[in-house]
Structure formats: C-alpha cells, structure tokens
C-alpha cells in the first residue's frame, strides 16, 4: 500500500514536471529520506550517475512548528535541527566534496524570515532557521574566491500544507491545521518563481515577502534595537502577522 502510494507520487511529480516543458530524459524523481544519512550518499551518486554533474543545489527540506516555547519537549528540538539543520548541512558537505573542483557551483539554501527574526509560537523552528543561517554564512566566508555561491531564501508566509504537518509541543504530534483561503500569504508558485530569480542573480540572500513582512524585514536588518522594542511590544500582531490571523497556537487547549 504504502509502495503504491509512493510510485502514484513520484509518477505525480514527473508528469507536473513534463507537463512545464521538462524532457522525460532529464528527469529523476528519486525518493529520499534526508534523515538518514547513510542514504545521502548513494543518492548522490545515482544523481551524478544519471546527469554527469550537479550545478546547482537547492536545499529544500523542512518543517514548521506551532507550539509555546515553555511547554516544548526537547525531543521536538532534537527532530526538528535533525531534518531543517543536519539533514541539510550533511547533503551539502558530500555535494561539496564531490563538486568543489567545478569552480562554479551555486548552493540555495531555503531558509525563512524566521532566520531573521523569532518567530513567537515556533521556538524550535526559528532556532533552527538561525542555526542554518550561522552554517552557510560560515561557507560564505569560507570560500570566498573558490567560486562557489550561496544563496540564501527567506520567504515569509507562503499558501503550502505546511501546518497539517507542523511540528507541536510534543513529539510525533503534527499541529494538523488547515490555512485559510482568507490568510495573507504568497502563493507556491510565486514564491517558487522569486526564489529562482534571486538564484539566477545569484543573490547573497532574498527576503521573499510582502507588507507588513518585507518592511519589518527592513527595519531589523538596520534598526534592530527598535525592531526588537516593537516586537516585544506588540508580541499579539508579529503572531499575527506570522499567520496572517490570531495566533491559533493559543487556542489549543492541553
């Protein structure tokens, strides 16, 4: 059963893909566990198998989180740095490793205004996104000169099922929320669109948002001292702006 849910959507996934003008040939759908880092590698290599060389490297593995930052268990920590922060830096060592005699490589990273700024309601998730903004700015400096790029991509709130499947308060217990039609927020499409964008352009990183987001973006960035004054101060509208309604996290009951 479970087989034949996964070739359904792998079939899905190469169709949508032939259907936006990719040739049959240049496509691999290949399923992966980013957890398990005994599998990175030969994933890798089937990859360079099938294509010969990898140029560009999108990073794009995640989960969101709703939950108080008190009553958190710490093994909701552990799983969440576990897929959005080692999952990700242990693909991009063995990419590099195979790929850094290239001299021009370019690695994008999908990281999240969350990076910027904590988020209120999603402790583990914001921490997260920091720790892998520290990692690639690190490479950045790094390798300045060796000609590889990175790119990192910030979005704000974007229309995806990613609270059906957000992370909670306790471990193995998805938040399981719908958004809203009424929400606030960039669709998949667009965001995906500004995201190769900034890729092409090789952006250092791209805050991929709109008002209020972008400009509190803006302000952080060059007058962080009264940015986090007005955070503090109005805790209620930054969680509602997170989720473009009343902080829902809130109203769950114990």
Same mark, same amino acid.
């Given at each position: 059963?479970?087989?034949?849910?996964?070739?359904?959507?792998?079939?899905?996934?190469?169709?949508?893909?032939?259907?936006?003008? !990719?040739?049959?040939?240049?496509?691999?759908?290949?399923?992966?566990?980013?957890?398990?880092?005994?599998? $990175?590698?030969?994933?890798?290599?089937?990859?360079?198998?099938?294509?010969?060389?990898?140029?560009?490297?999108?990073?794009?593995?995640?989960?969101?989180?709703?939950?108080?930052?008190?009553?958190?268990?710490?093994?909701?920590?552990?799983?969440?740095?576990?897929?959005?922060? =080692?999952?990700?830096?242990?693909?991009?060592?063995?990419? $590099?490793?195979?790929?850094?005699?290239?001299?021009?490589?370019?690695?994008?990273?999908?990281?999240?205004?969350?990076?910027?700024?904590?988020?209120?309601?999603?402790?583990?998730?914001?921490?997260?996104?920091?720790?892998?903004?520290?990692?690639?700015?690190?490479?950045?400096?790094?390798?300045?000169?060796?000609?590889?790029?990175? @790119?990192?991509?910030?979005?704000?709130?974007?229309?995806?099922?990613?609270?059906?499947?957000?992370?909670?308060?306790?471990?193995? @217990?998805?938040?399981?929320?719908?958004?809203?039609?009424?929400?606030?927020?960039?669709?998949?499409?667009? !965001?995906? @669109?500004?995201? $190769?964008?900034?890729?092409?352009?090789? $952006?250092?990183?791209?805050?991929?948002?709109?008002?209020?987001?972008?400009? =509190?973006?803006?302000?952080?960035?060059?007058?962080?001292?009264?940015?986090?004054?007005?955070?503090?101060?109005?805790?209620?509208?930054?969680?509602?702006?997170?989720?473009?309604?009343?902080?829902?996290? @809130?109203?769950?009951?114990?």
């Amino acid at each position: 059963m479970i087989s034949a849910r996964r070739e359904n959507l792998l079939n899905e996934v190469r169709d949508l893909c032939v259907c936006n003008g !990719c040739s049959e040939e240049n496509i691999l759908v290949l399923p992966l566990d980013v957890c398990d880092s005994m599998a $990175l590698e030969p994933a890798f290599q089937k990859v360079l198998q099938t294509f010969g060389s990898i140029d560009v490297l999108l990073l794009n593995a995640g989960r969101s989180q709703r939950a108080r930052w008190e009553h958190t268990d710490i093994q909701v920590d552990k799983d969440m740095f576990e897929l959005n922060v =080692f999952s990700v830096i242990n693909l991009t060592r063995i990419f $590099l490793k195979n790929m850094l005699e290239k001299k021009n490589i370019h690695i994008a990273v999908m990281s999240s205004v969350a990076g910027k700024l904590g988020a209120p309601f999603s402790g583990s998730y914001s921490g997260s996104k920091h720790a892998i903004q520290g990692y690639f700015e690190s490479l950045r400096n790094e390798k300045v000169g060796s000609g590889v790029n990175i @790119t990192m991509l910030c979005p704000g709130p974007v229309v995806s099922g990613a609270l059906q499947v957000a992370a909670t308060e306790k471990p193995d @217990t998805p938040y399981g929320e719908s958004m809203s039609a009424a929400d606030k927020r960039m669709t998949a499409e667009r !965001c995906a @669109t500004l995201s $190769l964008v900034a890729i092409a352009n090789s $952006l250092a990183e791209s805050w991929i948002c709109f008002k209020p987001v972008l400009p =509190f973006m803006y302000a952080l960035q060059y007058m962080p001292a009264i940015s986090k004054w007005a955070s503090q101060k109005f805790k209620g509208p930054m969680a509602k702006i997170r989720d473009s309604r009343k902080a829902m996290v @809130t109203e769950k009951k114990e």
